[in-house]
């Protein structure tokens, strides 16, 4: 067993040692493969948790082939999410590195959506999964989609910041709405506000600042590329009315000017 694999399956909530030495995600992988191996697998009940699943032991290597299959519907997967995320809090280390193995299939689509950064795509996915899995409500639909979604959104905010600043790439970016600010904070506030949604804000960051294409997008989330389009073109018609309304503006920003003002007049 390679040093970086004794450490995660002895350390489990470390995320950082879970990615040293080789690919992060191969290291969970054989990471996965090696807590159900043996007379002892990392499992799960099936009979316990139904929802059309073995009723038997189900090792959580095999679990995440069945949650792939498209005969699994997302009120199972759900099930079955909510007791990972339970083990993973409360159980073992290895539960957190097993839940990680299960949900490596959106961990690798996530990573390919965010392949144009140059820093460690792989490993800043994991660190933020792994903290989702502390911090997601179980709670509600599409547990493992929102767990990857919050993944995604974190590992994209780090790489970005650690990205190497490029004129072309700050001069596209802000020029998305013109004298609005960041497009990231813009974005930010904009779902603060109710303007636009989360996932919405999600697509606007991938395809117009993280330089993912429509096709790409659309096709990691199932859907078309058409679709997607018109998702984002409506998304952006709400945040330029929203700009051009003042809603998106720093609350604080007038105040500063106004206080700057003052001083330079006392001067």
Same mark, same amino acid.
């Given at each position: 067993?390679?040093?970086?694999?004794?450490?995660?399956?002895?350390?489990?909530?470390?995320?950082?040692?879970?990615?040293?030495?080789?690919?992060? @995600?191969?290291? +969970?992988?054989?990471? %996965? $493969?090696?807590?159900?191996?043996?007379? !002892?697998?990392?499992? &799960? #009940?099936?009979? =316990?948790?139904?929802?059309?699943?073995?009723?038997?032991?189900?090792?959580?290597?095999?679990?995440?082939?069945?949650?792939?299959?498209?005969?699994?519907?997302?009120?199972?997967?759900?099930?079955?999410?909510?007791?990972?995320?339970?083990?993973?809090?409360?159980?073992?280390?290895?539960?957190?590195?097993?839940?990680?193995?299960?949900?490596?299939?959106?961990?690798?689509?996530?990573?390919?959506?965010?392949?144009?950064?140059?820093?460690?795509?792989?490993?800043?996915?994991?660190?933020?999964?792994?903290?989702?899995?502390?911090?997601?409500?179980?709670?509600?639909?599409?547990?493992?989609?929102?767990?990857?979604?919050?993944? @995604?959104?974190? +590992?994209?905010?780090? %790489? $970005?910041?650690?990205?190497?600043?490029? !004129?072309?790439?700050? &001069? #596209?970016?802000? =020029?998305?709405?013109?004298?609005?600010?960041?497009?990231?904070?813009?974005?930010?506030?904009?779902?603060?506000?109710?303007?636009?949604?989360?996932?919405?804000?999600?697509?606007?960051?991938?395809?117009?600042?993280?330089?993912?294409?429509?096709?790409?997008?659309?096709?990691?989330?199932?859907?078309?590329?058409?679709?997607?389009?018109?998702?984002?073109?409506?998304?952006?018609?709400?945040?330029?009315?929203?700009?051009?309304?003042?809603?998106?503006?720093?609350?604080?920003?007038?105040?500063?000017?106004?206080?700057?003002?003052?001083?330079?007049?006392?001067?």
């Amino acid at each position: 067993m390679s040093k970086s694999v004794r450490s995660a399956v002895s350390a489990g909530v470390d995320a950082p040692r879970l990615v040293l030495g080789e690919q992060p @995600f191969d290291v +969970a992988a054989t990471a %996965l $493969r090696l807590l159900t191996t043996g007379p !002892e697998p990392l499992s &799960v #009940d099936g009979a =316990a948790l139904g929802g059309g699943l073995p009723r038997r032991r189900i090792a959580l290597s095999e679990l995440a082939s069945i949650l792939m299959h498209p005969s699994c519907g997302h009120t199972t997967s759900d099930q079955v999410w909510r007791l990972l995320i339970e083990r993973a809090r409360t159980d073992s280390p290895a539960w957190v590195i097993g839940a990680v193995g299960v949900a490596l299939p959106g961990l690798r689509q996530a990573a390919y959506r965010l392949r144009h950064y140059s820093g460690d795509v792989q490993a800043e996915l994991l660190t933020a999964f792994v903290a989702a899995l502390r911090t997601a409500k179980p709670a509600g639909a599409r547990v493992v989609q929102r767990l990857i979604s919050a993944a @995604f959104t974190a +590992a994209r905010i780090e %790489l $970005r910041a650690s990205e190497p600043r490029r !004129e072309a790439d700050h &001069v #596209d970016t802000t =020029a998305l709405w013109p004298g609005a600010g960041h497009p990231d904070v813009i974005l930010a506030r904009a779902v603060t506000a109710g303007v636009i949604t989360v996932a919405d804000a999600e697509l606007i960051g991938a395809t117009r600042l993280a330089g993912t294409p429509v096709a790409d997008y659309a096709e990691s989330l199932g859907k078309g590329a058409k679709a997607i389009y018109q998702a984002r073109s409506r998304a952006e018609r709400l945040l330029v009315a929203a700009v051009r309304a003042g809603l998106l503006s720093d609350p604080d920003e007038q105040v500063i000017a106004e206080a700057t003002m003052t001083l330079r007049a006392d001067c």
